[in-house]
């Protein structure tokens, strides 16, 4: 049994931490929104270190890494607040090279790669969103081009991105799962509204409306009505990634410093407070490892992903929540860190599949329990 | 007259002119629009209904019509230092006190600051009366030199600025008492306007074939908050009565009604803002403008240790020997 | 408005208080198992004083008093820690009186009245707890007498008392609530086995089977299959006095005077506790005041006492529960409030309507949504 | 080597042996029927196995080992002072080590009590070593005078005691950490054995006409303590792997996995209960013995205020300076 990495993982990741010197000022995790063409860049500096594409094989262009190079890079991104991991080189890119034909890989894999082409999921709309089976959002096959008609919501960084990862509706309403279709769809196709959502963490989601926007009949991945095989391997994927520890432990350690600041920290129910929160940030660094080593050893790691998603992003609120229990009014000022996650962090126990869907998963699947409903 | 837990004639009145007057004039939309700014009109037009000196000798009322008043401003996230007002009418005289009532002067209340550094005082711009809560102990302030301005969670304007005491206030345990009385009466009110839009959307969006509500997930919570806001709000209610009667238990009630009320009405925004999910999350969503409110009156007032040592004097101990 | 009681409902009180001095020593409330003589002599006091019938109507002997006189007498008798209302001159007196012919009454409510006779409440079974709609137990009409034959689970202090109050089953089984039957079993009746299920809090529970036991036809109460409403109208009756706050204020009281005497009392960390706690018992207090007061408005308090349920049962739970994580090993010796606490407390929440039914009940009749599930 | 969150075989092997040994000789009716008692076969039949001196020099593991044979341990809430030995095989040396190994002499760990008062001593009649926690130190005791013995929530009999300090532990820090490891690994095991007989009670009883687990409000609880439970059991499988590879954050992993295994157990504890309802309060149910056993458990050791500190010194926080 080892928890830490090995040498030569630890040399990567002592590269990792000196290439992100350079982006210390960078605030892309809490930011992209504002600051696009910063985190752009940054993603072309870690394109051109081959840090987008570690996991790739060879042949594409990949540093052909284990799964822990790809968690070390992108736990250190999260810990230095750089960014968080991009679709595009990610999940678009690992489904390409898994159920892509060779044109599609020609065409799409290298600026995905370069970090040059950036892409935003269109899987919700507004009345599907733990619920994706239901979607509505049409294509139809006329000649060599889908038509697509319908409206997805909620869209993550939709205003700065050059394309969607569009899930679709191709079969019947009633099939469900099994009527789906994922595309490529570029942003500027004739027939796309882009309409944004402000946040109350001062970034957006948005709206997408797609009026008879055609899509070329081969920027479709996978089969037709395959969507869903892909989009669980698509997951499976990028489960030890979703939500890098260090994340955590980067509030954590901002919120002591802030602590000390104010000359709270020997305050004993603050220390109270911030002694249970130390031991959360340390399972959440277990949970994360749990979800590489499932990985690491061929497994899927869905047991481990829907625990570490819940426990972590739980945490997180814990903590943004904690400091402005006991910080007080100075804690709720703008420019401090402990109002900016509390506010941030309302969205992480719902993005990438809520608290009480995980709770499901694991219910069904580890304790053998119905919990339909 | 035995137990009974109903407002007067009077003071339901009081509450129906108010959410009519807000229902009107202070909608979502509007609550939003208002952040960052003064709310000047509604300030003024609240203290021609006569509510803000109502707690006075000439008021004609006591701490339950503030209730009643809160109750309604606070289901309308009703902007404005009003919990700091009222507070104000109980230790204020004369003119100062016609001008406060008349909604001419605001109020604006601050904690002490550690040692040497700037207070963070709310509407350091319109404020006319300065007060600065040091434990249970409130000063009266003047500003030195002019405020840094930043902003804050709940959309106030704040300023950093160092305050100079001019004097301590005699009456500050009635004030702080009606204080924590009407935040907890307006925080329980706001916990009830999001149980209510939160419950209309599970019992009408539909995941999985069936509503939100059907699943205990988003049910029990709800029903939680519910149960946690009804205690508040009474207990707030309860304190009222206890204020309005002399009891010696006044303080005690009212500083457990707060803590009652913070509890329980976070717990409420952390319950919808989840069942909301992406659409709880949005700027012009219907949980963000009530929850950022919440999250900051509930770090109003004297401190919790304060208002632990007054609930924990009703159990028969003393404040802590330290 | 006001939350206090009048004069004489507050003379009332200390004549009781008066009353309850001579039993101090009485701990009837959480241990009435071990000590029935007793807690039966205090309860044949207490009819002596009229107050175990203080609302019945004056034609059956009783004070003809509100709601309000019996909140107060059994509110003091749980701060006194003496006893809980017996199911006797509570649940089934008053029902005889609501529902019971000429004969029953008077056969029936003059030892009731006089706490000559107790009864033991027969609803729940192995498989039918939650759900009493459910109930198997059988009363089959042969001639002017039922044959009862079935199992009853979970009865409280059956070992001890005279009389079942016996839920059964007299329709079929689809008919669910409205197949039922209430009757009056004696438990020394032929066919009567009582098993105890001894509790962890020292208590037990009964097994009770019934095997061919002949019940003549006038000891059911109300009409054959009628048992539903009569059921809930006696939960009714019972709702201001079904948890008296002054027993969470009791155990907070006595909490603070063990941390006192353990020297914790200045920790911060203990006092942020105990503030809270305290806050939590001023909850509980308000929260019955609002059941009462409901009820003499002449309403039905369902949710005032559903709300009443959960709240008080979980604050007397957190009680017991921070002492012994503040109060350390010292708080789990045996013969300490807080490790008596501890154990007898689990029931709270589940006995008398579980904390989940009961948030069930405000979900659908309060919020308007189904939660069915 | 990489990355390896799995037993090594061997490790493996530990904890099936024990787990046989438990199935056979420590099922829950032994566990309840030996409350009150020290359970002198078992301990022989353990030692003989020789787990107990597992992490000495010729005990041939580590941490890891005594993790993998209290997984083993804690599902079958195995009784006696096992945490407490673990913790002595660290200070010990010569004779009284090959005893306390071979479960012949047995350990006895108490708190130190306030100013003058007696302490409050497990096993006090059987005990051959006493030791007492202060802070982060240990020393070593005689009893003076013969204890009054009281029953405590867990089972164990303890005594009322003067204890005299003999002399202090030299390597406190190591033995507190495995303490701290072997605890977290019991309770966490007891906790998911606890999930596990829940959760098939959940599968098979009905109520409503559906089973249990099929409402949320008792599957989500339920896997919420399954979730924070494999937190705390890999938490601490972290700190044993830290512990062998003489880590400097062993101390901080361990007490983190403390903190973390007595909270996710008593979550669980309650949520056990609450599903179980009647059955669950039984003293002969499924529920009880392993509840009251976590109980006791989680109030062993070293304080939470200890615990807290060495948590947060991973964190950069020095101990607090009072």
Same mark, same amino acid.
């Given at each position: 049994m080892k928890f830490t990495f090995s040498d030569e993982e630890e040399a990567f990741r002592a590269e990792v931490k000196e290439f992100l010197k350079d982006y210390q000022d960078l605030n892309g995790f809490f930011d992209q929104g504002h600051d696009w063409p910063s985190v752009r860049e940054f993603f072309k500096a870690m394109a051109a270190k081959g840090y987008l594409s570690v996991c790739w094989p060879e042949e594409y262009g990949g540093l052909n890494k284990s799964a822990s190079y790809e968690y070390i890079v992108w736990d250190e991104v999260a810990y230095a607040r750089c960014a968080r991991p991009p679709l595009g080189p990610g999940i678009v890119a690992k489904t390409i090279i898994r159920y892509g034909d060779d044109e599609q890989k020609k065409r799409w894999l290298k600026p995905l790669r370069d970090g040059e082409m950036h892409f935003s999921l269109a899987y919700s709309e507004p009345e599907a969103g733990s619920d994706l089976a239901s979607v509505r959002c049409r294509a139809e096959l006329k000649g060599d081009k889908y038509i697509v008609n319908g409206q997805k919501c909620w869209q993550s960084y939709a205003q700065d991105m050059d394309y969607f990862w569009l899930l679709c /509706?191709?079969?019947?309403?009633?099939?469900?799962?099994?009527?789906?279709?994922?595309?490529? #769809?570029? $942003?500027?196709?004739?027939?796309?509204?882009?309409?944004?959502?402000?946040?109350?963490?001062?970034?957006?989601?948005?709206? #997408?409306?797609?009026?008879?926007?055609?899509?070329?009949?081969?920027? /479709?991945?996978?089969?037709?009505?395959?969507?869903? $095989?892909?989009?669980?391997?698509?997951?499976?994927?990028? /489960?030890?990634?979703?939500?890098?520890?260090?994340r955590l432990r980067r509030d954590l350690e901002d919120v002591i410093s802030w602590t000390r600041d104010q000359g709270l920290l020997d305050d004993p129910v603050v220390r109270n407070t911030l002694g249970? @929160?130390?031991?959360?940030?340390?399972?959440?660094?277990?949970?994360?490892?749990?979800? @590489?080593?499932?990985?690491?050893?061929?497994?899927?790691?869905?047991?481990?992903?829907?625990?570490? $998603?819940?426990?972590?992003?739980?945490?997180?609120?814990?903590?943004? /929540?904690?400091?402005?229990e006991f910080g007080g009014p100075e804690s709720l000022v703008k420019g401090t860190l402990s109002e900016l996650i509390w506010r941030q962090s309302m969205w992480e126990t719902i993005g990438g599949g809520t608290s009480e869907i995980m709770r499901g998963v694991i219910a069904r699947n580890s304790l053998g329990l119905v919990a339909k409903t | 007259m035995s137990l009974d837990l109903t407002f007067s004639d009077e003071q339901a009145g009081i509450l129906d002119a108010i959410r009519k007057f807000t229902k009107e004039r202070c909608p979502g939309e509007t609550v939003r629009e208002l952040a960052g700014k003064f709310p000047t009109e509604l300030w003024a037009e609240l203290a021609e209904l006569g509510v803000l000196p109502i707690a006075t000798e000439d008021g004609g009322g006591g701490a339950l019509e503030v209730v009643a008043a809160m109750e309604a401003l606070g289901a309308a996230v009703?902007?404005?230092? %009003?919990?700091?007002?009222?507070?104000?009418?109980?230790?204020?005289? +004369?003119?100062?006190?016609? =001008?406060?009532?008349? +909604?001419?002067?605001?109020?604006?209340?601050?904690?002490?600051?550690?040692?040497?550094?700037?207070?963070?005082?709310?509407?350091?711009?319109?404020?006319?009366?300065?007060?600065?809560?040091?434990?249970?102990?409130?000063?009266?302030?003047?500003?030195?030199?002019?405020? =840094?301005?930043?902003?804050?969670?709940?959309?106030d304007p704040y300023g950093r600025v160092k305050l100079e005491r001019t004097g301590e206030v005699k009456n500050a345990a009635r004030g702080l008492a009606l204080f924590d009385i009407a935040v907890s009466a307006y925080m329980a009110a706001a916990g009830d306007d999001l149980v209510e839009v939160t419950a209309e959307h599970a019992r009408t969006r539909k995941q999985f074939g069936r509503t939100l509500g059907e699943f205990q997930a988003v049910a029990?919570?709800?029903?939680?908050?519910?149960?946690? %806001?009804?205690?508040?709000?009474? %207990?707030?209610?309860?304190?009222?009565?206890?204020?309005? =009667?002399?009891?010696?238990?006044?303080?005690?009630?009212?500083?457990?009604?707060?803590?009652?009320?913070?509890?329980?009405a976070l717990f409420t925004v952390y319950a919808s803002h989840q069942i909301f999910g992406a659409m709880g999350i949005t700027l012009e969503?219907?949980?963000?403008?009530?929850?950022?409110?919440?999250?900051?009156?509930?770090?109003?007032?004297?401190?919790?240790?304060?208002?632990h040592e007054e609930a924990l004097a009703l159990f028969g101990i003393n404040a802590v020997s330290a």
């Open positions: /509706r191709t079969g019947t309403q009633e099939s469900r799962g099994r009527g789906c279709s994922l595309m490529i #769809v570029p $942003k500027d196709a004739p027939g796309i509204t882009v309409a944004p959502l402000p946040l109350m963490d001062d970034d957006q989601l948005n709206e #997408v409306f797609f009026d008879n926007v055609e899509i070329p009949v081969n920027q /479709r991945i996978g089969p037709e009505n395959g969507a869903w $095989k892909l989009m669980n391997a698509a997951l499976a994927d990028e /489960r030890h990634i979703q939500f890098p520890p260090s249970d @929160l130390a031991s959360q940030v340390l399972e959440g660094e277990v949970l994360g490892l749990s979800v @590489l080593d499932a990985m690491m050893r061929g497994e899927h790691g869905v047991m481990e992903a829907a625990a570490n $998603k819940v426990a972590q992003t739980i945490s997180c609120q814990n903590i943004a /929540r904690a400091v402005t | 009703f902007p404005g230092p %009003l919990a700091e007002t009222f507070l104000a009418t109980q230790i204020l005289e +004369g003119d100062e006190l016609q =001008e406060v009532g008349a +909604g001419e002067s605001i109020v604006s209340l601050s904690a002490a600051p550690r040692g040497d550094a700037l207070s963070l005082v709310p509407w350091p711009e319109q404020a006319k009366v300065s007060l600065q809560i040091d434990g249970t102990n409130i000063y009266r302030c003047k500003t030195v030199g002019s405020p =840094e301005m930043v902003t804050s969670l709940g959309g029990h919570p709800l029903a939680e908050s519910s149960i946690a %806001l009804s205690a508040s709000r009474t %207990l707030a209610r309860a304190a009222a009565c206890a204020f309005d =009667e002399g009891r010696d238990d006044a303080n005690g009630l009212a500083a457990g009604a707060r803590l009652s009320a913070r509890k329980s969503g219907p949980v963000y403008h009530v929850s950022r409110r919440i999250r900051q009156l509930s770090s109003a007032g004297a401190s919790v240790a304060v208002a």
